[in-house]
């Protein structure tokens, strides 16, 4: 079951610790030693597990936890927070952790809490979605509405699927921007609008509209009215 782990992670002592340690537990590690590009790498999907600080240089570490929980929700986190830092780990678990560990803690430890966590991952992994009449599965890529097969680019796919994990709940165009596109994008841009006017006409079957409601100065809400 071993899997990538990425430790996000400043303190030079700490990234050596749990990178050998980790190694040596039979784990792929990948360092990252700011929020910024632990945000990017955490929501590149080989990685399947992160283990975060809370401290960090530039973003904190909460701040990097609800980014990544927003755009890959079933990505297990562990939160690292310092002795006493007990309202961080309240907001931590708050924010999507599933787990945390208070310095110092033992590499042992670690690796039995990774191995759990990614054992709840891999059974709750979900390979399909669906709602009314479409479904949509994330290992083929292949979305049916109705049983008819829908042919989709690969960023309507991820839009598709991102507005279906959240169905029902109003999106705003940053959070689908930030979701789909990543964090750097510009955000004065209209691509959002313009994508989901191309998945509207796509997926446009017989005399049904798309299921995606546009909620006005807000943004979207997938909405499949079952
Ligand atoms: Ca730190």
Redesign the pocket.
């Known amino acids: 079951m071993p899997g990538l782990i990425l430790v996000v ?3 030079p002592g ?1 990234v050596d610790f749990l990178d050998r340690g980790l190694k040596v537990h039979g784990f792929d590690v990948a360092i990252a030693t700011d929020g910024q590009s632990g945000t990017e790498r955490a929501l590149d999907e080989n990685v399947d597990l992160v283990v975060l ?5 530039d973003r904190s ?1 909460l701040d990097v936890l609800s980014t990544v929980h927003e755009a890959r929700p079933e990505l297990p986190v562990i939160v ?1 927070t ?1 002795l006493g830092e007990i309202e961080h780990r309240v907001t931590g678990l708050d924010a999507g952790a599933v787990d945390y560990l208070t310095k110092p803690f033992s590499l042992s430890e670690l690796a039995a809490r990774i191995r759990a966590q990614l054992r709840v991952a891999a059974q709750t992994q979900r390979t399909a979605l669906s709602a009314g009449d479409l479904e949509i599965n994330l290992l083929t890529r292949e979305v049916r509405r109705d049983g008819e097969l829908v042919r989709l680019s690969t960023t309507e796919f991820e839009l598709l699927a991102y507005l279906m994990r959240n169905a029902g709940q109003v999106l705003s165009r940053e959070q689908i921007l930030r979701a789909v596109w990543g964090y750097d994008y510009d955000p004065g841009t209209n691509v959002v609008d313009v994508y989901i006017g191309y998945l509207r006409r796509k997926l446009r079957f017989a005399d049904r509209a798309a299921p995606i409601v546009t909620v006005r100065s807000v943004g979207y809400r997938f909405d499949a009215g079952d």
């Not at 600080?53 to 240089?57: A, C, E, R």
Request: charged letters at 35%; aromatic letters at 0%.
């Open positions: 992670e400043d303190e700490i600080d809370i401290l960090l240089p570490g690292l310092a």
